[in-house]
């Protein structure tokens, strides 16, 4: 391994300043993965984590796991690792916690730096596979070093407490917004529930049962007309009353009433019969008359 950064210009920078300051310089690389180290820099430290790495990449290609293909864009302000199809940033390396950078130059494919992470406060070193680009990302790395300490410099140090802050309120707006889609998820699986729980099935109509007996039936109320309902068992419930104001027999005809029926009423051998039993009655009445009728003349009852 060669350790590459250095702010004393070796080579000449293969950017211009503006295009590091202003915009970035973009790489595709495979990721092997990180791994921590005891000490911020180091060619050995910096082999063993390559040993490892390299051996754990080999166990998982062995399993059939792709070594992931990863997109770095190196600026003044950092190194970011994202994903090449989604542009999804998985790792932001600000360039301040980054403490050595290397290639090696036995193989060509293989470089790597060690970062120190803001959370854990650990060393983790870096190590990328990028088919004989390694030393062209390393010291595009050192020329990103070199500006950025010359912009330290020219601002008294300021600068760099400016993109400390820059990094916690990014970090935390990233927080933010992970939190904001997780309670938006939340609230869309609620609304759903509540539109299952109140909207019924597709065909069915909403109708309140009337309330009915042990035995099925509807419980009887005087004074009320009872009509057929249909019972739950999907069986008609025949009325158990007939109205009040209809004044029919079982079978569907007028009460007999002997006193106000009419001669018309009846056949001509029952109205002679009724007739006599009629004149039969008014003559015992008046025989009972005369006889208990009290005498003027002597006074006999």
Not at 61 to 73: D, M
Not at 201 to 210: D, I, K, M
Request: hydrophobic share 35%.
């Amino acid at each position: 391994m060669n350790r590459a950064f250095n702010r004393k210009k070796e080579k000449s920078w293969m950017h211009t300043p503006e295009a590091l300051a202003k915009h970035y310089i973009a790489y595709n690389a495979k990721f092997l993965g990180n791994a921590e180290v005891e000490t911020p820099k180091g060619t050995e430290v910096v082999k063993d984590a390559v040993r490892k790495l390299k051996f754990q990449r080999h166990i998982k290609k062995s399993e059939g796991q792709k070594t992931p293909k990863v997109e770095l864009q190196i600026s003044i302000y950092g190194v970011k690792i994202l994903d090449p199809k989604t542009k999804d940033v998985q790792h932001n390396c600000q360039l301040h916690r980054i403490s050595f950078c290397a290639d090696d130059k036995t193989d060509k494919r293989i470089f790597t730096f060690i970062y120190k992470d803001s959370e854990s406060n650990k060393h983790l070193c870096y190590v990328f596979d990028s088919e004989k680009c390694a030393e062209e990302i390393t010291l595009t790395i050192g020329q990103a070093f070199d500006l950025a300490y010359k912009k330290f410099l020219e601002s008294g140090g300021k600068d760099v407490e400016t993109r400390k802050q820059i990094g916690s309120l990014q970090k935390r707006i990233q927080e933010l917004e992970t939190e904001n889609s997780e309670l938006k998820q939340q609230l869309q699986d609620l609304e759903q529930q509540l539109m299952m729980a109140h909207v019924p099935p597709t065909g069915s109509v909403s109708v309140q049962a009337r309330s009915t007996d042990v035995f099925d039936m509807v419980p009887f109320s005087p004074g009320t007309v009872l009509v057929p309902t249909q019972a739950s068992n999907g069986c008609p419930v025949p009325p158990t009353a007939l109205p009040p104001n209809i004044g029919k027999d079982l079978f569907g005809a007028e009460p007999f009433d002997p006193f106000t029926c009419g001669s018309a009423d009846f056949p001509p051998d029952i109205q002679s019969k009724l007739d006599e039993m009629q004149e039969g009655f008014k003559m015992g009445l008046t025989l009972e008359g005369a006889v208990f009728s009290p005498d003027p003349l002597d006074g006999r009852c």
